[in-house]
């Protein structure tokens, strides 16, 4: 059998069409946001919207620069460990622990007087939104319909050259086998025993995932403070994210014979590979219309992306005997890619409100609203896209947004300080609701609860703070879509139920001068 090459544009073309499953949950990226940040941000569940005084307050409200009595300095990273329950996997379940450390925040606020009344704030922090690293495999046994017969049965009766990307690189690794006529023989897949004039074949199937990767955002603030009664203030936020999956599905083959059906096990591997940078406006302000009452209104506009891209797919295959003379019994399929494709992303407006006061001079209760929803996410090209059309991202991608991606979601966070002398002792609670609709929730991700607490301590200039944040999360985690004769979509390779319970320890030190 001779190899064969797909032409650029009919690579790109098979290989966007199979992304565009995946396009959704790569817009929901952006709309992933939990409890991340500063230590007394994040014991305090994020809810600082009208609280200000830290750096991470600056990046949802940039009026809560001018809070702060003096210029400081703040950063602060975490250690955090996912302990995930992977189940229903051909019946199989298991526990998974990840371990990994991140930066969560740095933050750098100067403060000047103008006359008696009249502060000003210029500050520049950059804060974590998401984490997105994660890494695990399972192992199911007994899987009655294998990734070979799915390519057999949608390529039968084709030539390699047309079809599907992922099926042309089981063709390179001799997966597929071909009539007198070169083209894909109905049951065409190189392993599994004649039973009753049927090719049958069984199999065990190991997935594993390693994903790496981070949401953060960068704020340019200023801010004003008017007789320590009204803050009000403007930023410029340039939001980055940045996003590699690679995938692994081996599948060890039960049942082989004689060449070509002689294959053992094959390993298929697809990489998803982003990054992105962005850009939005924040207005914001803090009024207190009594002295131990504040109230914190901001909005934060659209954020527009631009967001590049590429796919890779490929498929090393064993045999018990070469397939063909003289091509050995290991063999690798071309690495298939898209090449790097650009296009932009415009994802929803916020508005967050605040409500926040003290009492006994002592305890420090706060409350937060988010609102998301004022718009939609959009895909378009600009003249600096390539590689991509326009009428393929109205006609094919965005309606999949619309259908499944929640535009209107919603956020709920609660905090409490209890100051004793100089110490801290802090509490929280966030929920922040899933970036996709209730109707898809229990395919694809639930909503995000997290519970935190927190100690400071704080003596002259210096702070010392740590916080222990705890989230839960269950979502599914795809195995491998395939398409029916009708264009329904199905499970070609069990997906994942994964129970997440994320534990992130949080240290921070800052510095007033």
Not at 52 to 64: L, Q, R, T, V
Not at 381 to 396: A, H, K, Q, V, Y
Request: hydrophobic share 35%.
């Amino acid at each position: 059998m001779k190899m064969r090459k797909l032409s650029l544009l009919i690579i790109c073309t098979l290989a966007l069409r199979s992304a565009f499953g995946q396009t959704a949950d790569d817009v929901a990226l952006f709309n992933k946001t939990g409890l991340n940040g500063s230590p007394r941000f994040t014991a305090m569940g994020g809810a600082f919207t009208s609280l200000g005084n830290d750096p991470n307050a600056i990046g949802i409200n940039p009026a809560s620069g001018a809070v702060n009595n003096f210029s400081a300095i703040n950063f602060s990273f975490g250690i955090n460990n996912e302990s995930a329950s992977l189940s229903n996997f051909y019946g199989n379940s298991k526990l998974n622990n990840d371990l990994g450390s991140s930066f969560q925040n740095f933050g750098l606020n100067f403060v000047f007087r103008g006359d008696k009344k009249t502060r000003y704030s210029l500050a520049i922090n950059v804060n974590r939104l998401a984490n997105f690293s994660r890494e695990f495999n399972i192992t199911g046994l007994g899987n009655e319909y294998t990734l070979g017969e799915y390519w057999a049965d949608e390529s039968a009766g084709f030539n390699p050259d047309v079809i599907s990307n992922d099926a042309y690189a089981a063709w390179q690794a001799f997966l597929l086998v071909p009539d007198s006529n070169g083209n894909i023989l109905q049951n065409g897949y190189a392993y599994g025993q004649m039973i009753n004039g049927e090719l049958v074949s069984n199999s065990n199937v190991n997935y594993s995932v390693d994903q790496w990767g981070s949401f953060n955002e960068t704020n340019i603030a200023f801010a004003v403070d008017k007789s320590s009664k009204l803050y009000y203030g403007f930023s410029l936020g340039f939001p980055t994210l940045n996003f590699r999956r690679e995938e692994f599905i081996t599948e060890d083959i039960q049942n082989t014979a004689n060449p070509p059906y002689s294959a053992s096990s094959y390993t298929y591997r697809r990489l998803n590979d982003m990054n992105a940078n962005g850009f939005n406006m924040k207005l914001g302000l803090i009024f207190k219309p009594l002295e131990n009452i504040r109230v914190g209104l901001s909005y934060e506009s659209p954020s527009w992306y631009t967001i590049n891209q590429f796919y890779e797919t490929d498929i090393s295959a064993r045999f018990t005997q070469e397939p063909e003379v003289g091509q050995g019994t290991l063999i690798n399929s071309d690495i298939l890619e898209t090449g790097l494709y650009a296009y932009r992303l415009r994802t929803p407006s916020i508005i967050r409100v605040g409500l926040s006061g003290v009492l006994w001079n002592k305890l420090v209760l706060s409350a937060d609203y988010h609102r998301q929803g004022l718009g939609d996410n959009r895909l378009y090209t600009n003249n600096r896209s390539f590689n991509i059309d326009e009428s393929l991202l109205n006609n094919d991608f965005q309606p999949v947004l619309n259908d499944l991606l929640n535009t209107e979601r919603e956020t709920f966070a609660f905090g409490a300080e209890l100051k004793l002398q100089d110490y801290f002792i802090r509490a929280g609670y966030r929920l922040d609701e899933s970036a996709y609709l209730s109707t898809y929730q229990k395919s694809t991700a639930s909503d995000l609860a997290s519970i935190s607490g927190g100690i400071g301590y704080r003596r002259g200039p210096w702070s010392f703070d740590i916080t222990y944040v705890q989230s839960q999360q269950d979502f599914t985690q795809v195995g491998y879509r395939g398409f029916d004769e009708n264009g329904n979509s199905f499970e070609v390779i069990d997906d994942i139920t994964v129970s997440s319970l994320n534990h992130n320890v949080i240290f921070g030190v800052g510095f007033k001068f």
